[in-house]
T-cell receptor, first 117, second 110 residues
Framework: GAVVSQHPSRVICKSGTSVKIECRSLDFQATTMFWYRQFPKKSLMLMATSNEGSKATYEQGVEKDKFLINHASLTLSTLTVTSAHPEDSSFYIC?????????????FGPGTRLTVT | RKEVEQDPGPFNVPEGATVAFNCTYSNSASQSFFWYRQDCRKEPKLLMSVYSSGNEDGRFTAQLNRASQYISLLIRDSKLSDSATYLCVVNSDAGNMLTFGGGTRLMVKP
């Protein structure tokens, strides 16, 4: 099946700094990628939909100026958490839509665990 | 009301037991339904899609009841390796967005 990678897998940063997370589709081109956030013992919440070459669409309640998304190529989307605060500590997971098969089919990356101290 | 609701559990069952999870969804226009499995600190992985006619994959059986807007997952002959969180997922629009339930935690004991 399709493979999606994320980097880094784990990051610890100080409050006020920015962190960039990369999401790559390794063996297919993904015109659409999704960014999710998962707090402990909670479900995945969609943060934004990232489309190659255009601005991301953010879900209600997600600050676009704080969570910067760039989808500059068909295999790479990045999420930058700016001026991180401890409450931003979470598990961030990206997914990429399969270019073939069903339109809903998504492949998930392994996730990035962010801890803000 | 949440779009997709699940009993969070945990369900503690002995090996070999049969266990069933239910999930309800609020959007009657929902089109596609899935069960995902998520292990601790890992990404979710598709377990199976849920079809109107019901479908079975080995020890796993999924059912969809559109009239009552619920989805079920039955696991027979539980294995220790089945211990995980099972996420009910619904695709509610013509686009690509998936809505996740809160997950049901299963713990299979020896």
């Amino acid at each position: 099946g399709a493979v999606v990678s994320q980097h880094p897998s784990r990051v610890i940063c100080k409050s006020g700094t920015s962190v960039k997370i990369e999401c790559r589709s390794l063996d297919f081109q993904a015109t659409t990628m999704f960014w999710y956030r998962q707090f402990p013992k909670k479900s995945l919440m969609l943060m934004a939909t990232s489309n190659e070459g255009s601005k991301a669409t953010y879900e209600q309640g997600v600050e676009k100026d704080k969570f910067l998304i760039n989808h500059a190529s068909l295999t790479l989307s990045t999420l930058t958490v700016t001026s991180a605060h401890p409450e931003d500590s979470s598990f961030y997971i990206c997914s990429a839509r399969s270019p073939v098969g069903k339109s809903w089919e998504q492949y998930f990356g392994p996730g990035t665990r962010l801890t803000v101290t | 009301r949440k779009e997709v609701e699940q009993d969070p559990g945990p369900f503690n069952v002995p090996e070999g037991a049969t266990v069933a999870f239910n999930c309800t969804y609020s959007n009657s226009a929902s089109q596609s339904f899935f069960w995902y499995r998520q292990d601790c600190r890992k990404e979710p992985k598709l377990l199976m899609s849920v079809y109107s006619s019901g479908n079975e994959d080995g020890r796993f059986t999924a059912q969809l009841n559109r009239a009552s807007q619920y989805i079920s997952l039955l696991i027979r002959d539980s294995k220790l390796s089945d211990s995980a969180t099972y996420l009910c997922v619904v695709n509610s629009d013509a686009g690509n967005m998936l809505t996740f339930g809160g997950g049901t935690r299963l713990m299979v004991k020896p």
